[in-house]
């Protein structure tokens, strides 16, 4: 590898070649204010506001993605550097709201704070200032494009990462903004609701719909019983909301504090997960006898149903037909529940305490409605919805007890149902309940290490009772489409495949937690990720039930309702079916 010598803030050091200015300067401790940066996107240098002295030059250049050459001298601070930065700022809050007491990022803006660290106390400039309606009529998203400051991230997340390229930037000089194609609104574009342009923004240019004051109101409704779910990548992210430390297990403190806002049983969505994979599992053996629809494509992520209805509606046939765990287990609520309880069903409220923004938009389909044309789950709420909730009606969260339990029927759940919530997780459950009912034995080693994947794609081969099953697991949905060409080209043959839209699974869901941006942590960052999945992992491990099959209360449900999975009584409960999709007027 060539090294190159540099002199940066009057220190020697030698950087590989390629290296950017920026990372070189932060590999020395002389951190350089950033604005439009990310590591896991292109570098843009819209915002300018990295710019850094280099001597011989006339003008002051972009760190992010300027390369270091030999020899230079460079100056990441310095009274000129200062002021142009705060000039740079000034400019942009001239043409942003002044509302950050009422702005949901208010004290975790990386604007704000940017500005607070660059000594910005006061507004010099006044001009115009864009005024552009808020769209509020999104399923899952609402657009203040007031706020936006152009730094593209969300275009660049939305092209890069996801293969959508839903966002891009419209318009020119003082008129210029992000927007779907035409301007057209969100639920007209080919937005596939993942939340990853939210997780990326860096003010609160997009945000996800809110749900707590219509949840707040059916706590407070006595004619109403109000019950809840929590998916699985809640409890290793939820705790971030007080603590510092990433990946603690939460589970018993959140189940209390769920239980202190006054919802009236708590369930696990884990459980859900668990009947998931009972009837995936089902689903795909019945497929692999007959070899038909193969490879089956795992249903539990909504952002990559979508997308699949959008871009890849030739797959439909492909994907299991079995409900999310969340809608398996709010249909539950609603039906086996609500007749052990002696409920009408329509006096039940059900909530789902989801990581993901495209659950908002999932319980909204049709296909999730009773035949009595009520929802299966009536509110979806974020991980960082419910933090907030838990603060407003002070509660102390760090000082709640760690063994509350969820409530039964729908509270246990096995050590499979957990890692749900990370890449590769569905996968593994799933094999673990293929390997039991094909060999009528427990797997020697419960964990298929080689489909947990944290970078994108994984393909592995397992040998199963004399059997091979190619398999392959992709996060992220331009990796989705790598894997989906290679089948449909022909060049590879799979007969299970687990797709999820967020990079890293659910655990990066576009409604987790965002860092404390004043820490230089940027949403999305990898080790706050292998944090969390590494929590989801240690659970199961310490699970003395770890095949979903095994679980006593599934068996139960079966005995009590189902009788057996994929059977009449359980394809209408627990099943569903996807439509080819367009955008508006496009066919």
């Not at 397992?462 to 022909?490: F, Q, R, W």
Request: hydrophobic content about 35%.
């Amino acid at each position: 590898m060539n090294m190159l010598n540099v002199i940066i803030d009057d220190k020697e050091i030698q950087v590989p070649e390629g290296t950017t200015i920026m990372q070189a300067a932060d590999g020395i401790g002389s951190h350089v204010p950033r604005l439009c940066y990310h590591p896991i996107l292109s570098t843009e240098g819209a915002c300018r506001i990295c710019i850094v002295e280099v001597e011989g030059m006339n003008n002051f250049t972009t760190s992010c993605n300027t390369k270091i050459q030999e020899g230079m001298k460079i100056k990441t601070n310095s009274p000129s550097l200062m002021q142009a930065r705060r000039d740079l700022v000034e400019l942009l809050l001239d043409n942003h709201p002044r509302a950050c007491l009422t702005c949901d990022r208010d004290g975790n803006c990386e604007l704000q704070n940017l500005s607070y660290k660059l000594g910005v106390r006061e507004r010099l400039f006044a001009g115009e200032r864009k005024r552009i309606p808020i769209e509020r009529d999104n399923i899952a998203i609402v657009r203040n494009a007031e706020k936006c400051i152009l730094c593209r991230r969300c275009v660049r997340v939305c092209a890069e990462v996801q293969g959508i390229s839903n966002l891009s930037q419209l318009y020119r000089g003082f008129n210029t903004i992000v927007a779907p194609a035409f301007e057209s609104k969100m639920d007209d574009s080919i937005c596939i609701m993942c939340g990853q342009c939210i997780n990326v923004c860096p003010t609160a240019a997009l945000e996800e719909k809110s749900h707590t004051e219509q949840v707040f109101a059916a706590l407070n409704d006595p004619t109403k019983h109000v019950v809840v779910q929590t998916a699985p990548a809640i409890r290793v992210a939820i705790a971030e909301g007080w603590y510092d430390e990433v990946g603690i297990n939460a589970t018993g403190k959140a189940v209390e504090a769920l239980r202190r806002l006054g919802f009236d049983d708590v369930f696990d969505t884990n459980f859900g997960a668990d009947l998931t994979i009972v009837e995936e599992s089902n689903e795909f053996l019945s497929r692999l006898e007959k070899g038909e629809n193969l490879p089956i494509l795992t249903s539990c992520s909504p952002g990559w149903i979508n997308f699949m209805e959008h871009f890849y509606p030739e797959f439909i046939p492909n994907a299991s037909t079995c409900k999310s765990p969340m809608q398996m287990t709010s249909t539950l609520i609603k039906t086996y529940y609500a007749q052990q309880k002696g409920l009408d069903p329509k006096d039940i409220y059900v909530v789902a305490i989801m990581p993901c923004i495209a659950k908002k938009y999932e319980a909204s389909r049709p296909e999730h409605f009773s035949e009595e044309g009520y929802p299966y789950t009536d509110a979806v709420l974020t991980t960082r919805e419910l933090i907030w909730m838990i603060k407003a009606m002070g509660i102390d969260f760090k000082n709640l007890p760690q063994n509350s339990e969820f409530d039964n029927p729908l509270g246990e759940s096995t050590g499979a149902a957990v890692i749900f919530g990370t890449t590769g997780g569905v996968m593994e459950a799933t094999l673990r309940t293929a390997y039991f009912k094909l060999t009528g034995k427990k797997p020697k080693d419960l964990e298929y290490t080689e489909v947990r994947a944290v970078d994108g794609l994984k393909e592995a081969s397992i040998e199963i009772d004399g059997k091979t099953i190619n398999v392959a697991v992709a996060n992220g949905l331009s990796n989705a489409k790598i894997i989906l060409d290679k089948v449909k080209s022909g060049e590879k043959q799979y007969h299970i495949i687990e797709l999820m839209a967020c990079s890293g699974g659910c655990v990066a869901g576009g409604g987790q937690p965002l860092p404390n941006t004043s820490e230089y942590v940027y949403p999305l960052d990898s080790e706050i990720i292998k944090k969390r999945q590494a929590a989801l992992y240690q659970i199961d491990k310490e699970e003395e039930v770890r095949i979903s099959i095994e679980n006593q209360s599934i068996k139960k449900l079966y005995k009590n309702l189902l009788k057996k999975p994929g059977n009449e009584i359980a394809h209408k409960l627990l099943h569903t079916h996807y439509s080819e999709k367009f955008p508006r007027g496009v066919k």
